[in-house]
């Protein structure tokens, strides 16, 4: 049962990792050629999704040796203490992108609206985030790991997040650019709630 429970969960932060690995470059990539800063803000909240899947990852694999002399109940703590990291990293990365998003606002010249690249790109997002999501939050209950099923409704704020990109862009560019950092502040805040949900 163990090897099996360390072999799903070694699976499940594996595909997290590599699917957020290539959403974060298209989102970052095609936010900047395209001049949206709400999904640059957002490529930079799938790149906390890399680092949530890894220390998720490390909590499980701890979590998952057995008692010795220096833990004799195990060390089963260590999810839940990379849960707790999680929240802190959210925190850190959530007012990062407020600060900047205000930054923006604080100065129009830095704001246009975006091309139609821009809402291909978070339309792709949402797909991809509902599916793996929906893999994690599932493969986290199977295994019974509060680390991975963590992981997994981190992941599905983006879900969320890229849906609120995408009405942002499309509001842009038809007369609307502030909108666009208006977004990037939206999903700082939503990174917040997120971590003060959890």
């Known amino acids: 049962m163990d090897e099996t429970r360390n072999?799903?969960?070694t699976k499940?932060?594996?595909?997290?990792?590599?699917?957020?690995c290539i959403l974060t470059a298209l989102n970052i990539i095609v936010g900047m050629l395209s001049g949206s800063y709400s999904l640059v803000a957002e490529g930079i909240h799938t790149f906390s999704d890399i680092i949530t899947s890894i220390?998720?990852?490390?909590?499980?694999?701890?979590?998952?040796?057995?008692?010795?002399?220096?833990?004799?109940?195990?060390?089963?703590?260590?999810?839940?203490?990379?849960?707790?990291?999680?929240?802190?990293?959210?925190?850190?990365?959530?007012?990062?992108?407020?600060?900047?998003?205000?930054?923006h606002l604080l100065n129009p010249s830095l704001i246009k609206a975006p091309s139609i690249y821009a809402a291909l790109m978070a339309f792709f997002g949402i797909i991809i985030n509902l599916v793996i999501s929906r893999y994690i939050i599932n493969k986290g209950k199977e295994i019974n790991s509060p680390a991975i099923v963590a992981d997994g409704q981190h992941q599905r704020t983006d879900i969320y997040s890229s849906a609120v990109v995408l009405v942002g862009i499309v509001a842009s560019n038809m007369g609307y650019p502030i909108l666009d950092p208006i977004v990037g502040l939206f999903i700082g805040i939503l990174i917040l709630r997120t971590a003060y949900k959890s």
């Open 7 to 9: 072999k799903e969960g």
């Open 12 to 20: 499940a932060s594996a595909v997290a990792i590599s699917a957020n």
């Open 55 to 103: 220390i998720a990852y490390i909590g499980f694999k701890i979590g998952q040796k057995p008692a010795d002399e220096n833990h004799p109940r195990g060390h089963g703590r260590a999810e839940a203490i990379g849960g707790l990291i999680i929240l802190l990293f959210l925190g850190i990365i959530g007012y990062e992108i407020i600060e900047t998003a205000i930054e």
